[in-house]
Nanobody
Framework: VQLQASGGGLVQPGGSLRLSCAAS????????MDWYRQAPGKQRELVAH???????IYVDSVKGRFAISRDNAKNTVYLQMSSLKPEDTAVYYC???????????????WGQGTQVTVSS
């Protein structure tokens, strides 16, 4: 299984970006889909979480500005980021809890990270 993240870039404060992360391989089902971020000199933090049932959780600093969603048919998770601030600058990583075929083993997988820079 591989996760491919995309959509990062340079954006001005107040702007928007949409991140995508697609999983490929021998996938039976995907339980949790998360977005994490890591800023320079800081620990990686959970930004947004979406369960298999569509329940979402956000870190307080992004509530009302970011929205996580998933397309189960495409094995893809999205992060719509709006009203971006300089403090949102970080490398963003997707993580998924995936049940693989044929053994039905459950494991976590990480994407390669995509840089988001918010600056004027």
């Amino acid at each position: 299984v591989q996760l491919q993240a995309s959509g990062g870039g340079l954006v001005q404060p107040g702007g928007s970006l949409r991140l995508s992360c697609a999983a490929s391989g021998s996938i039976f089902s995907i339980n949790v889909m998360d977005w994490y971020r890591q800023a320079p000199g800081k620990q990686r933090e959970l930004v947004a979480h979406i369960s298999s049932g569509g329940n979402t959780i956000y870190v307080d600093s992004v509530k009302g500005r970011f929205a996580i969603s998933r397309d189960n048919a495409k094995n893809t998770v999205y992060l719509q980021m709006s009203s971006l601030k300089p403090e949102d600058t970080a490398v963003y990583y997707c993580r998924m809890i995936i049940v693989t075929m044929p053994t039905k083993v459950t494991s976590q997988y990480w994407g390669q990270g995509t840089q988001v820079t918010v600056s004027s």
